[in-house]
């Protein structure tokens, strides 16, 4: 399997539940990103994660917790979600480098999310 | 701050007419710049990027783009628009190396949806 592979594709879950979404990338990257794709609203980046670390958190629920085992995996779990959390919850990775700036992040297809 | 503004919302060509798509960002120096599609029920997928050089850029699926500085633009263009090409487009800016920032971050654009008439 190539590129950014992303788990469950569809998810219907209530308020209560607790839930994880898994993205598995292939492309040998060290970087990996959630972002939150919302009806009407740009792509939101949620994490990143460098190296297998959390460099970036942009002022998140803590009912998202992201966990990265290693370069090749990423998790966001969910629990108590509300309803304005239903979205296209989009992976991505990129071979980033040590000095900063911003390489080509691959995308995988999303989980489509809905809260009920 | 970095932003990027896609004026248009939706656009509806017919099929075989040519096609611009308009982006606009805003960032302190010279950018990293990116076009991405996004079919429906799709992730992202990369059109082009522009990271330095010719300002003149060849994507996939016959698709280019132009940055222009002076501006502060980088147009999507496509000579011949096919049905196939429906979609959404999506222009990102990142940021350069050295000019500090956060890694990695890509700010995107509202996105503008393509409609092609047979």
């Known amino acids: 399997e190539t590129g950014v592979t992303q788990t469950p594709r569809h998810l219907v879950m209530g308020m209560t539940n607790k839930k994880s979404l898994k993205c598995e990338q292939h492309?040998?990257?060290?970087?990996m990103y959630w972002y939150k794709q919302s009806a009407k609203k740009p792509l939101e980046l949620m994490f990143v994660y460098n190296f297998k670390e959390q460099t970036e958190n942009n002022s998140v629920p803590s009912r998202f917790s992201p966990e990265c085992p290693n370069s090749s995996h990423l998790f966001l779990h969910l629990h108590t979600l509300q309803p304005e959390d239903s979205a296209l919850y989009l992976c991505?990775?990129?071979?980033?480098?040590?000095?900063?700036?911003?390489?080509?992040?691959?995308f995988g297809p999303g989980t489509r999310l809905l809260v009920l | 701050a970095q932003s990027v503004t896609q004026p248009d919302i939706h656009i509806t060509v017919s099929e075989g007419a040519s096609l611009e798509l308009r982006c606009n960002y805003s960032?302190?120096?010279?950018?990293?710049l990116f076009w991405y599609v996004q079919s429906p029920g799709q992730g992202l997928q990369l059109l082009l990027k522009?990271?330095?050089?010719?300002?003149l850029v060849q994507g996939i699926k016959g698709f280019e783009a132009e940055f222009k500085r002076s501006q502060s633009s980088f147009n999507l263009r496509k000579p011949s628009v096919h049905w196939s090409d429906a979609a959404e487009y999506f222009c990102?800016?990142?940021?350069?190396?050295?000019?500090?920032?956060?890694?990695?971050?890509?700010?995107f654009g509202k996105g503008t949806k393509l409609s092609v008439k047979p």
């Open positions: 522009y990271f330095s050089g010719d300002t």
């Open positions: 492309l040998g990257h060290n970087a």
């Open positions: 960032y302190g120096a010279t950018p990293y």
């Open positions: 990102a800016v990142g940021a350069r190396y050295g000019d500090g920032g956060s890694q990695g971050n890509l700010i």
């Open positions: 991505a990775s990129s071979q980033a480098g040590t000095s900063g700036g911003t390489e080509t992040q691959y």
